[in-house]
């Protein structure tokens, strides 16, 4: 197989290290490395050079922005024909800001679901049909065991409210599209790197690295045809409440 994958928010993080490990893989052919901002994602990529990829691409899109999902789609099926794997792991948290359920400011949770949510929606309606034309396709939504509702409703752990609720709601349409997908044969699943420190939670103490984060996505973007469809797992590759 040689596949052919876009990883959003891939300048930087986990995303960064994601494409190393996957334009590693001999089942992977090329990896589009996207970034909203161009001097960032220009960087990362001459970065990536230098340890000697040459199957790495740079790629605009900005997943609040469709004109730049939409072109970034018309980019990859002029060079390429389809898409394998749809990593969306763009993601903000505002982890600075209140996030309370009683006193959070609805701007907070407005941008973090403008990203989280609408932007995830929007990069894969844009994407199916260049995804429908791959033999083995995946769909890889970068998620937390923190937007587990199960989870946060028998023994809360940490509720930042704007970030998980975008999370929980990315979940829920996880769910959905892996229903609408499955007699497609495209696999749909939500995976949580668990805790990495990051830029996302102001390298907080005591977590993965970004690399370590990554390596937990690898075998879930490269899923084959007979791999599950419509789950979570977590960090460990077990099924995760939602
Ligand atoms: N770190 C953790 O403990 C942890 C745990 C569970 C899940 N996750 C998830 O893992 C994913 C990666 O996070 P990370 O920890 O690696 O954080 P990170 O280092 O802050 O990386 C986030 C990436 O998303 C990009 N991004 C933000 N808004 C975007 C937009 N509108 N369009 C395109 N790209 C955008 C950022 O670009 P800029 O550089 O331009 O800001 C950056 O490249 C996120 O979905 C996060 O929720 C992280």
């Known amino acids: 197989m040689s596949k052919v994958v ?10 960064y290290e994601l494409v190393k ?11 589009y490395l996207g970034a909203r901002n161009p001097k960032s994602g220009q960087e990362a990529l001459n970065a990536i050079k230098g340890e000697g990829f040459n199957n790495v691409q740079f790629i605009k899109i900005d997943v609040t922005d469709p004109t730049s999902i939409t072109a970034a789609k018309s980019e990859i099926e002029a060079n390429d024909g389809k898409l394998d794997v749809l990593v969306n792991n763009a993601g903000i948290g505002e982890f600075s800001s209140d996030q309370n359920a009683l006193t959070v400011d609805v701007a907070t949770v407005r941008r973090t679901v403008e990203t989280n949510l609408f932007g995830l929606i929007q990069v894969c309606t844009t994407f199916v049909p260049l995804i429908r034309k791959s033999p083995q396709a995946a769909i890889l939504n970068v998620t937390t065991d923190m937007a587990s509702n199960h989870l946060q409703a028998g023994r809360p752990i940490l509720h930042l409210v704007a970030y998980n609720t975008s999370k929980a709601a ?6 959905a599209l892996a229903n609408e997908l499955k007699k497609d044969g495209v696999k749909v699943n939500a995976v949580t790197p668990g805790f990495t420190s990051t830029n996302l939670n102001n390298h907080g103490v ?3 690295t970004p690399k370590q984060g990554a390596e937990t996505l ?16 977590d960090e460990h590759g077990k099924e995760f409440p939602w």
């Open 6 to 15: 876009l990883i959003t928010g891939a300048n930087q993080g986990i995303g």
């Open 21 to 31: 490990l996957l334009a590693a893989n001999p089942e992977v052919q090329k990896v």
């Open 170 to 175: 990315a979940n829920s349409y996880t769910i």
């Open 206 to 208: 005591g977590g993965k």
């Open 218 to 233: 690898v075998k879930w973007a490269l899923l084959d045809k007979d791999g599950p469809t419509g789950q979570f797992f």
